[in-house]
Structure formats: structure tokens, C-alpha cells
């Protein structure tokens, strides 16, 4: 059974940069994709970036070229560098995994396994 654990959220200001972490236990992530989403208050989950399992990134159009998604060295965890980060990126930031076909990668309801969260907050 996976299970995943987010970290490295906080606040900071805007135009600064975060990494979050995604570890899994349980498999090694290049088993399955592994996705970032985020929720905002009073909005619904969005996708962000996923790793497919071929090591393929994929990002939303609002955090590309921002945004970078990898694999560590150690294969159970996967990170999310966040660069030029502005007051729109504040949100609960979450991980997850999948086994989906590539044209469902970017849809939450396939994935399993996802964390408890880590609050990302800009301010401006």
C-alpha cells in the first residue's frame, strides 16, 4: 500500500522560490505517476504537474516555465521546485499517485494515495 507525505511549504513572498517534497513508502515512485495538486479556499482542486512513470512532465499552463517537477535520487521521492512564485500560487499543496492512461494524468479522481497537504502561502 503507498502512502505519501508532502513537505517544504511556507510563506514567503512573491517572486521567491519553494521546493516541496512528495515521499513515498511502500513502492518506489517510478512504479506510477506522481502528481501535485493544490486547492485554494473556496476553489476546487487544480492539477499542477505530474512525473509520469517514463519520467514525462507534464505541467498546467499557468505554472509552466515557473514550476519544476523531478525525481530525487532516492527514487521514493519526487519534488516540486516553485520558482517566481506569485499570490495565486497560495494554496494547500498536494501529492499523489497514479496508474492512469497519459490522457487522464492531468484529473485528480485517478489518483490514489495522496497526502495530508502542505500550505504554500505568497505574499504580495
Known amino acids: 500500500q503507498v502512502q505519501v507525505q508532502e513537505s517544504g511549504g511556507g510563506l514567503v513572498q512573491s517572486g521567491a522560490s519553494l521546493r516541496l517534497s512528495c515521499t513515498a513508502s511502500?513502492?518506489?515512485?517510478?512504479?506510477?505517476?506522481v502528481g501535485w495538486f493544490r486547492q485554494a479556499p473556496g476553489k476546487e482542486r487544480e492539477f499542477v504537474a505530474v512525473l509520469s512513470r517514463t519520467s514525462h512532465t507534464y505541467y498546467a499552463d499557468s505554472v509552466k516555465g515557473r514550476f519544476a517537477i523531478s525525481r530525487g535520487n532516492v527514487k521514493s521521492t519526487v519534488y516540486l521546485q516553485m520558482d517566481t512564485l506569485k499570490p495565486e500560487d497560495s494554496a494547500v499543496y498536494y501529492c499523489?499517485?497514479?496508474?492512469?492512461?497519459?490522457?487522464?494524468?492531468?484529473?485528480?479522481?485517478?489518483?490514489?494515495?495522496w497526502g495530508q497537504g502542505t500550505q504554500v502561502t505568497v505574499s504580495s
Open positions: 499523489a499517485t497514479s496508474r492512469a492512461v497519459l490522457s487522464s494524468i492531468r484529473d485528480s479522481k485517478m489518483y490514489f494515495a
Open positions: 511502500g513502492s518506489t515512485s517510478d512504479s506510477y505517476h
